[in-house]
Nanobody, 110 residues
């Protein structure tokens, strides 16, 4: 199982980002995929899930700003983040099969 995140960076408050996760080594199209994040000095926090049937679930605090999606043809999962806030600053991880990637840093600052 390999998960490789990308798309993070430094963004001003109110900006947007699309995080990507390239998955390999397992049956992607039939697997649930997750995004989690870890803010500085805090524990790992679940953000969102997307299942093989396309159903999605979000942490209440980010509903309406985050959108998870998947492309089974490309073995990719995405996290679109709108209206970024400083409190969204974190390392964002893609996870599945009990494994998570190396993460991509998102920093929201003016």
């Amino acid at each position: 199982v390999q998960l490789v995140e990308s798309g993070g960076g430094l963004v001003q408050p109110g900006g947007s980002l699309r995080l990507s996760c390239a998955a390999s080594g397992f049956a992607f199209s039939t697997s649930a995929m997750s995004w989690a994040r870890q803010a500085p000095g805090k524990g790992l926090e679940w953000v969102s899930n997307i299942y093989s049937d396309g159903s999605t679930y979000y942490q209440d605090s980010i509903k309406g700003r985050f959108t998870i999606s998947r492309d089974n043809a490309k073995n990719m999962v995405y996290l679109q983040i709108e209206s970024l806030k400083p409190e969204d600053t974190a390392v964002y991880y893609c996870a599945s099969q009990g494994v998570r990637g190396q993460g991509t840093q998102v920093t929201v600052s003016s």
